[in-house]
């Protein structure tokens, strides 16, 4: 006879999160989504350096920033082209580590060469990448890019995920 199980802690509700945050999926006219190498890491946020990932960034709240005003600002910080884009049609929320992170999407309209602003202390080696690898573990990305690929790839507007698949602690071979 066995006894009771023990409860499994459930992750907190998204709005209740310490930390929210935006992340983009830019995608490109030949269907490639931009990405940069994290140089640091935290592992709260299920980030370690030498990472992959699609831009994110934690949202000013103290200072009153808005999600709208952060996704601005994400695109002037953490992307290393100057890029004209389409209008952030959002995707949903995902639960990144102790964050809650609002996924949008955008598509370059145009590229006209290298941002002066991107943060090349915090990051490096700006790429567009096939979505497939982002999300099939071919590439050692921070958590919450395979799920969000995939929900955006599937057509899904509204998600709300309060958990991703965990960090892999190592980058494949």
Not at 25 to 40: A, P
Not at 104 to 121: C, L, Q
């Amino acid at each position: 006879m066995s006894g009771p199980r023990p409860e499994r802690e459930q992750p907190l509700p998204l709005e209740a999160r310490p930390i929210q945050g935006v992340a983009a999926i830019i995608v490109d006219s030949d269907g490639l989504i931009y990405t940069n190498i994290e140089k640091g890491g935290n592992p709260l946020y299920g980030k370690l350096p030498r990472m992959e990932s699609i831009p994110m960034e934690t949202i000013k709240t103290e200072q009153g920033e808005t999600r709208e005003e952060a996704i601005r600002r994400l695109t002037v910080e953490e992307v290393a082209f100057n890029l004209v884009l389409t209008d952030p049609e959002e995707i949903g929320r995902f639960g990144v580590g102790i964050a809650a992170v609002t996924l949008y999407h955008m598509r370059v309209i145009a590229k006209n060469g290298r941002n002066p602003n991107f943060d090349t202390a915090e990051l490096e080696d700006p790429k567009f990448r096939d979505p497939v690898e982002l999300a099939n573990g071919s590439v050692w990305v921070r958590e919450g890019v395979p799920d969000m690929i995939m929900s955006f790839c599937s057509g899904a507007r509204g998600t709300y995920k309060t958990s991703c698949q965990p960090v892999r602690p190592n980058p494949p071979r």
